[in-house]
């Protein structure tokens, strides 16, 4: 089985936290429970 790895760079300030993916793509999370829930789903998508 040959996997592609996909890299995520996260940047965490107080009331956002902004990802980059390793394809260029730019995604924004509020830093919230909420927002940790939704970022979980991404990589979910992305696995």
């Known amino acids: 089985m040959n996997k ?4 995520f760079g996260i940047d ?6 902004d990802v980059t993916d390793s394809e260029g793509n730019y995604y924004q999370f509020k830093n919230t429970i909420s ?6 789903k991404l990589l979910s998508a992305n696995s």
Not at 4 to 7: M, R, S, V
Not at 35 to 40: C, P, Q, V
Request: net charge positive; proline share 0%; hydrophobic share 50%.
């Open 35 to 40: 927002g940790f829930k939704n970022f979980a």
């Open 12 to 17: 965490i300030s107080h009331l956002v936290f």
């Open 4 to 7: 592609d790895i996909k890299y």
